[in-house]
């Protein structure tokens, strides 16, 4: 990835997606340009309007946040660069004053208005849930209803969305689960960053045929080896019928690690098709030592290999 001086990100300004992004210190200090859509961000990334973008793409409740994946999978060639974790506080936003008994509406994305579900079902029962594009983006549609004197107006959003659009938190940390945790990833044109010892890869592999086996064959490759795979998905591939699908996996690992490389080379030669996600610097605690124990496992073989190779008349 070239010199990064503008980031793109899931907005409008008081998202948790820039939430996530202000706690990278390399990136907090570029030129940050919101997107009304996670497609527009890859738009600007694809036409080169920006260095890289910054989104979401899994959250701890929710799973995948498929709009993100499938348009990283199907639409673009782009690369994760890195991720980042942030623990997400849902709060209920609502004009100065008001009652959580007045509430009529509450406007959010989709994905944050499953997470709250159940609090929503028992606190605000008759409550219409409306979406937007964004959790910022529902506090900035209610503080500007609010203001032109619709009431019972409020936005499931982060608390720091509240200064921002002349609101106010009426409710704290409504998800439904404890532990409530975003993935977002930062995306490039190209490049793939230098292996730090704890990264992550991720693919999508594409099978030659829905047959008895297929997905067995795949997970073979990498438990073979060792290699712990951090997440495991199916979806559509869009472009057949029922029961035509790929698969998404993120892997303990880089592909400069030996065992990686060899794990996307047996796939690319067995399966109808792989799709590179990117090799990127992992978030979180400690990397599982399994996969470096077995590298170094594979590197003896090699070189076991190479020396009865080597007594071979050439």
């Known amino acids: 990835m070239t010199t990064v001086r503008r980031v793109g990100f899931f907005g409008p300004f008081g998202t948790f997606t820039e939430q996530a992004l202000l706690t990278q210190r390399d990136l907090a200090s570029t030129d940050l340009v919101p997107y009304r859509t996670v497609p527009d961000v890859l738009d600007a990334i694809a036409a080169g309007d920006i260095d890289a973008g910054f989104v979401p793409i899994e959250n701890s409740i929710e799973g995948t946040v498929n709009f993100t994946q499938d348009a990283l999978i199907f639409d673009y060639d782009l690369l994760i660069q890195r991720e980042v974790v942030l623990d997400i506080e849902h709060c209920l936003l609502v004009a100065r004053g008001t009652p959580l008994a007045d509430i009529t509406t509450v406007l959010s994305i989709p994905v944050a208005t499953a997470q709250c579900a159940a609090w929503l079902r028992t606190s605000l029962p008759d409550a219409d849930v409306q979406a937007a594009n964004s959790t ?25 969305a509240a200064a921002l659009y002349g609101l106010e938190v009426v409710a704290r940390d409504i998800a439904d689960h404890a532990g409530n945790q975003t993935r977002f990833v930062l995306i490039a044109r190209e490049g793939i960053p230098a292996p730090t010892g704890h990264d ?8 030659r045929a829905d047959e008895p086996g297929s997905l067995i064959s795949i997970l073979q490759e990498f438990a073979a080896r060792r290699i712990n795979l951090s997440l495991l998905s199916s979806r559509p591939t869009k472009a057949g019928g029922l029961g035509d699908y790929c698969f998404i996996m993120y892997a303990d690992g880089h592909i400069a690690d030996e065992l990686m490389a060899d794990v996307l080379r047996d796939l690319h030669a067995k399966q109808g098709g792989v799709k590179f996600l990117g090799s990127y610097p992992a978030a979180g605690g400690a990397a599982h030592t399994a996969r470096e124990h077995a590298d170094e496992r594979w590197r003896q073989a090699d070189d076991w290999v190479e020396d009865l190779r080597r007594q071979i008349p050439r």
């Open 136 to 160: 910022a983006d529902a506090a900035r549609l209610a503080g500007e209803k609010s203001a032109a004197g619709e009431r019972g107006i409020a936005a499931l959003a982060p608390a720091n």
């Open 200 to 207: 992550k890869t991720g693919l999508v592999v594409f099978q």
